[in-house]
């Protein structure tokens, strides 16, 4: 590999050499009258993963002046969602592949194009993601929509829609090959999971409020103490999931609470706000300015006290993702959760933003103020760059202290 990166960056110097090479894509581009972008998946097949790598320029092409290219390096693997793939494919050129070869020569044509022009090549951007508040592409027929309003339809479900979604092991375990090497080994991340009895409170709340609750996801249930079946439909375990209801329900919701998994991205798809909840990789959560973030903390047992704010940022930085429970274990700390009162403040506090009533007061404000002055000192790390949304008041200064 290092021998064919030094030749590609040799023939890159060569003049005759890099015209000679770029002119199939001009004369291709000439002929069609549209330019050439080439784009490498990611090799994850996770659903965030995938939003990020194909809905920017999915949204940057309404004007179909961009023959899109996507190399998707998946060929073998199921998408995460069948009816995305399948615009996907009527809106641009997927070239799928698997074996080794193919794998080499995707390689050599991705590193030349790289030296050669550019600007022909689109390498996603996980900020990008964040950033872009075009307006969706996707637009259902008259089919779809019916088959959608049936099913809400069938379900005694009303325009006042909820999606609930927490991050679940399992939906990692489904899409990952665990025996790679470099893949985060599932069951050390355990604890980022949140649990379910702290949402119970804001169901209720929702229901009171007319609102239908839907829980999205994986089939899966969690073990509860609680009987909560009563206070949402639990689409997640139904008969009835399949992958364009998945994406219909998000387009017609009101707004989700995502308890930290990858599943705002359905929410994306539609600039719909989401309530990101236990977050363990905040305190500065990816989001939107439609959104509000309430970060899950971390308790320090040698401290006996939770991690400041700069404290958790210092802690980010040095572990990015990969803080597991060994390395918690190591440093003598454990996460903290989001409690019930403040998952339903958050949500109190969204309905009022959807309202166009402001969330903050002149206290908060000033918090808020203060929150924001710890990203701009940190403002060079990656993830804290995503973080362009509200963070909960009534968090704020239930932990003004962690200021």
């Known amino acids: ?10 023939i890159y110097k060569l003049k005759i050499i890099n015209l000679i090479l770029n ?23 996770r659903m965030s993963m995938y939003i990020e790598s194909t ?29 995305l793939y399948k615009i996907l494919k009527e809106k641009a050129i997927v070239f799928e592949y698997s074996n080794q070869l193919t794998k080499f020569i995707l390689f ?11 600007n022909r090549l689109y390498i996603y951007n996980l900020h990008n993601a964040f950033l872009n508040v ?3 592409h996707i637009k259902f027929n008259k089919n779809e929509l019916n088959f959608g309003e049936k099913f809400l339809k069938k379900n005694k479900l009303n325009s006042n829609l909820i999606i609930f979604n927490l991050r679940e092991s399992i939906y990692y375990e489904k899409n990952t090959n665990q025996n790679l090497p470099g893949v985060e080994t599932t069951h050390l ?4 999971n949140p649990k379910i009895n702290n949402y119970l409170k804001t169901f209720k709340y929702l229901n009171d409020l007319n609102y239908n609750i839907i829980k999205t996801g994986v ?10 079946d009563d206070l949402y439909f639990d689409y997640a375990n139904s008969n009835e999931k399949n992958d364009f209801t998945d994406i219909y329900l998000h387009y017609k919701s009101s707004f989700s609470i995502v308890g930290c998994s990858g599943s705002w991205a359905y929410s994306h798809l539609f600039n719909k706000p989401i309530i990101m909840t236990n977050d363990y990789a905040g305190p500065f959560t990816a989001t939107f300015e439609h959104d509000i973030f309430i970060p899950a903390l971390y308790y320090d047992y040698n401290k006996e006290k939770l991690l400041s704010f700069n404290e958790y940022c210092n802690l980010r930085m040095k572990y990015k993702t990969l803080l597991d429970s060994n390395e918690m274990k190591k440093l003598n700390i454990k996460i903290v959760h989001n409690s019930d009162d403040e998952i339903l403040n958050a949500t109190k506090e969204m309905i009022r933003f959807i309202n166009n009533e402001d969330i903050y007061d002149t206290e908060t404000y000033k918090l808020r103020n203060e929150f924001f002055k710890i990203k701009e000192i940190n403002k060079n790390f990656y ?21």
Do not use: A, W
Not at 61 to 77: A, R, V
């Open 1 to 10: 590999m290092i021998f064919f990166r030094r030749l590609i960056k040799y």
């Open 23 to 45: 002119l199939p894509f001009i004369i291709v581009e000439f002929l069609i009258k549209k330019k050439l972008v080439f784009i490498p998946m990611s090799i994850k097949n």
């Open 55 to 83: 809905e920017f320029l999915l949204r940057k092409n309404e004007n179909d002046k961009l023959k899109l290219i996507f190399l998707n390096p998946n060929k073998n693997t199921k998408p995460p969602n069948s009816y």
């Open 108 to 118: 050599v044509f991705v590193n030349i194009i790289e030296r050669i022009s550019i």
């Open 134 to 136: 075009q307006k969706p």
């Open 189 to 192: 991340f355990y604890y980022r």
């Open 219 to 228: 089939k899966n249930k969690q073990i509860s103490e609680f009987n909560y």
């Open 383 to 403: 993830f804290f760059e995503k973080c362009n949304g509200n963070i909960s008041p009534y968090f704020l200064k239930k932990y003004s202290h962690l200021l």
